[in-house]
């Protein structure tokens, strides 16, 4: 019974990550090293619980967190490719920023300090029979899919072939491997950078809607919780392809959900909750050295 709530409570989890590890990938790829995914995440978070609450249903609300994030994508791109501000910076900026203003927001027009509840948000819908519980192990998780978990891991499964297979995925990757490339043969490298990173931010925006609206529905000011960052240590880790991203997120998904299983076992919450960035920071050491050993390579 326990492993069957875990495994459930696990592909919840790992949702709003494999969604912003599936964005910031392609952008990497591109050449652009996105660490702003948070901020994206966030705001998507805040505008999917507005739109929800204002029209009841949770599918305009997924849109407009993908667009907002797209928009936030897209301003972060301009930054880069058109006012030339170095990637690390402006993304630790856009974080910054992003939180700020949503604060700003949340105390100006809602009049709350932290955590924003509006009526009638509408949370997303099971895909599959709520009956497919009584399955043995995976029974739990099927019961719980919703439609951002199953367009997630369908992601996963879509992006080897579009990066490999088709025109813009080609162009993305001529962009970031070999920009000397993309040049001579005239692709319009600036474009296609912003692409990518409208693209990214569109991905997390809906892992910031599934943040909010998959079983709370409310938006708080720490409602990312540094997700955006293990999104970026997962396709690191998984060296920017997407299958081995897929199961990375799953892996964080799972000590996510295990530190809070702890929690409730009475274990110290502050010291367990650390449990999945320690994890976090063992797999960028991991592919640091990784990479260091192919570097070594004659």
Known sequence: MILDQLLAASVIMTTPILLAAMGGLVNRRAGIVNIALDAKMLVGAFVAVVVSSATGGWFPAVIAAA???AL???L???AITRAR??????GLGLNVLAAGMLGFILSWVYDSSGTLRLPDVALLPKVLPQALEAVPVIGPALADLDPLTVFAWASVAALPFLLASTRIGLWIRATGNAPQVARAVGLPQNGIKEFSTVFAGFFAGLGGAH???ASIGLFNEGLTAGRGFIALAAFY????????TGFVCLLFGFLEATQIRMQTEGLPPKLVGTIPYLFVLVALCI???????RKALP
């Open 211 to 213: 943040l909010a609206l």
């Open 237 to 244: 880790f998984g060296r920017d392809r997407p299958v081995v």
């Open 67 to 69: 667009f907002a994030g």
């Open 76 to 78: 972060f791109a301009l």
């Open 72 to 74: 936030v994508g897209y």
């Open 85 to 90: 501000a170095n990637m690390i910076v402006a």
């Open 287 to 293: 592919a640091g050295f990784r990479n260091q050993d």
